[in-house]
């Protein structure tokens, strides 16, 4: 069904809903039958999994050849078993760091994601009540006013003045006009989703006004879970610095085997073919080979690296993978929004002129939607009256909290 081509009536009686929104007792069997309103995690890998990762890059695998044979080596010829210790604990530090450090972003993204659970104001029982985002279920009302974050995707049935923006989704920063009115196709095959007018969508935000919507679409159902969906199914591409330790790994591969088989060959040439001299060949054949592999190479790339993520995260910047520091030094161009993103989308008065000044500011901070959040010390809302909001703030004139406003039932 598409919901924007139909009256919001028809929405809401195929939500099986009301304007009073949900029942409890039915909010609740919708969130069993439907789930949780959030979008699927990627299917986390154990500790051992992201340690068997680590040990399968080819240069490590290269360590662990090279540790086997040098075990080998030493056990017949006699000798000590320093080289192999060497080798296998790089290795294993190696492995551990990597898992350490992705451990570690991962455990940060769950704390930032945990403080970021939004609240949504919901009709249930014909009553406006605060909820977890996460329990919202198809035909519930939603309740959104300026500064708030659509929840999920919806239809609006009531809207007065309400602006949204959703560069999220389409990559527009100006806000979007919302109404409750239907639209027609107009000859097209599908209206795109940034001029469906008359929805709401997961991943957007209210700027200006306020409005209802009935949900359509929650969790993965929401166009945001269908871009979740696609970035779930993408592939890792591997670095560039992957794919040159890659290329040498190939490299000092074929070199090392092609050299061990030339010694012992000339070996076997110059001191005939009896089982004496069939082993001593190998043996140098195979001294050689470790010689060659650059078991510090592995370490040396791993504590570089680890550096950078340290860096990195004094500047509060975090890094899931080691590997994707290097990427980011050889980075050349970074394609950006502006608003929000190298600027903070935030407006400041910078002067007023007025024979009563305080007046004034009074006045601007209440004409607006935009309301004093005392915790986070700033108001919130459109940003122009934000602004207006803020001024007045500095000059001690708080604007009183308010609870959310009714709405008329015709604009």
Known sequence: MKEYLENYEEVLKA???????????????????????????AKKDSILKRFLKELSDPMILILIAAAIISGITAFYQGESFADVIIII?????????????????????????????????????????????????????????????????GRIIESASMKIEEAALTGESVPVNKAAELLSLGGQKDIPLGDRKNMVYMGSTVVYGRGKAVLTGTGMDTEMGKIASALAQAKDEETPLQLKLNQLSKILTVLVLGICAVIFAVGLMRSGFNGSSILNSFMVAVSLAVAAIPEGLAAVVTIVLSIGVTNMSKRNAIIRKLTAVETL???????????????????????HVADDEKELETAMALCSDSEWDAEANQAIGEPTECALVNDA???????????????????
Do not use: F, H, W
């Open 393 to 411: 703030a500095k000059n001690g004139l708080l604007k009183p909290s308010s609870t959310p406003r009714a709405l008329p039932t015709r604009y």
């Open 329 to 351: 030094g050889c980075t050349q161009i970074i394609c950006s929004d502006k608003t929000g993103t190298l600027t903070q989308n935030r407006m400041t008065v910078v002067d």
């Open 15 to 41: 939500q099986n809903s009301s304007d009073q929104g949900l029942s409890t007792g039915e909010a609740e069997k919708r969130l069993a039958q439907y789930g949780k309103n959030k979008l699927k995690e």
């Open 89 to 153: 604990a790089v290795v294993i530090i190696n492995a551990v760091l990597g898992v350490v450090q992705e451990g570690k972003a991962e455990a940060a993204i769950a704390a930032l994601q945990e403080i970021a659970a939004a609240s949504s104001k919901v009709l249930r029982d014909g009553k406006i009540v605060t909820l977890k985002s996460e329990d919202l279920v198809p035909g519930d009302i939603v309740v959104l006013e300026a500064g708030d974050a659509v929840p999920a995707d």
